[in-house]
């Protein structure tokens, strides 16, 4: 038999052509589709919150009166912030701490990733592991050793400090590193700080190790043979081969040690049950802007704090990528 032609070929195709056309659209559309879920979420929880603040700083707002008790108020938080003298002392805490804490965990870190690196190879790994475990502990199971460890009358820092005050002449009372006592001597301000920075540099120090430990395993032997054929000295080759080509990773460690001490809270908030200590010696800018917020109720001024805390944060990071600048 012989098959039948359609009696006009040019309204089949033109019929076929619509199908066509909505299968392809719809293959263009199905990437969007799948990653879709992604934006969702960004805009819902990433995007708005962040566009929310912006608009917020401007008014005064108690969440309990709902959006219509929100007042425009213009740049008064910013004002009233910036002069504020305990959002001025949570700054200074904040850079002291930052400053104490942070810079010495890159002094030790680098030497003791290539000490680790340079003499440690056959247990690498072991070391890693030891290294990185205050990085992955809990905050709270820290900050519950650290309190005992500074306890005021059992802990292990003033029994040290009290038997070896007791082999002087003038001895020594036990320290109240974090709250108040009826002896105000027992309890300056400058104590909490100083165990703060202490828990921040014992936690951190062993993430910045790994960073540099993995950046040189990167840098080739090649290097390190020549220099020592030419007879340089470990000494040598640490500081005129290792540090040069960790200039890359310090400028990230560096970056992140900046970011994450600027926005301290977990540590400090937990170890002081949210008080900030002594004289809220430990209170950091971010512990003032959640207290701000949820004490206070205050959302705008916290909204203003946040985003100077930002700027903050945007400055040293840009002068700290000023500092690591590759020269010509």
Not at 96 to 109: D, E, F, N, Y
Not at 136 to 154: C, G, K, P
Not at 231 to 258: C, D, E, K, N
Request: charged content about 10%.
């Amino acid at each position: 038999m012989v098959a039948s032609m359609p009696d006009n070929p040019a309204a089949t195709a033109t019929a076929a052509a619509p199908s066509a056309r909505r299968t392809l659209q719809a293959r263009d559309w199905a990437p969007y589709l799948f990653i879709s879920p992604f934006f969702i979420l960004f805009v819902c929880f990433g995007l708005f919150p962040l566009l929310f603040s912006v608009w917020l700083s401007f008014h005064t707002w108690d969440p309990s009166t709902g959006l219509a008790g929100m007042n425009w108020v213009g740049i008064e938080n910013y004002q009233f912030v910036l002069t504020d003298d305990w959002f001025q002392k949570s700054v200074f805490n904040t850079f002291w701490i930052a400053i104490v804490s942070g810079l010495p965990q890159h002094l030790v870190a680098i030497p003791l990733a290539f000490f680790a690196h340079t003499y440690l190879a056959k247990y690498r790994n072991t070391v890693v592991g030891v290294y990185f475990l205050p990085f992955i502990t809990s905050t709270v199971a820290i900050a519950l050793v650290f309190n005992s460890l500074f306890s005021r009358d059992f802990g292990v820092i003033n029994v040290t400090l009290t038997s070896i005050g007791n082999l002087s002449i003038a001895g020594f009372h036990p320290l109240a590193w974090l709250f108040p006592t009826h002896n105000i001597d027992w309890g300056q301000p400058q104590y909490t700080k100083w165990m703060i920075s202490s828990l921040i540099f014992w936690r951190y120090v062993g993430w910045n190790t790994v960073l540099y430990l993995s950046a040189l395993q990167t840098i080739p032997n090649d290097l390190y043979e020549a220099a020592t054929i030419d007879g340089a000295s470990r000494r040598q080759q640490f500081w005129y081969i290792t540090v040069p080509l960790l200039r890359p990773m310090m400028f990230f460690a560096v970056t992140l040690t900046i970011i994450g001490n600027l926005q301290l809270f977990e540590e400090p908030f937990i170890i002081t049950g949210g008080t900030g200590g002594i004289d809220q010696a430990g209170k950091t800018a971010a512990m003032h802007m959640y207290n701000t917020a949820f004490v206070d109720s205050d959302f705008g001024t916290a909204s203003a704090v946040a985003w100077i805390l930002f700027i903050i944060i945007a400055l040293m990071t840009w002068a700290n990528n000023k500092l690591f600048a590759q020269k010509d």
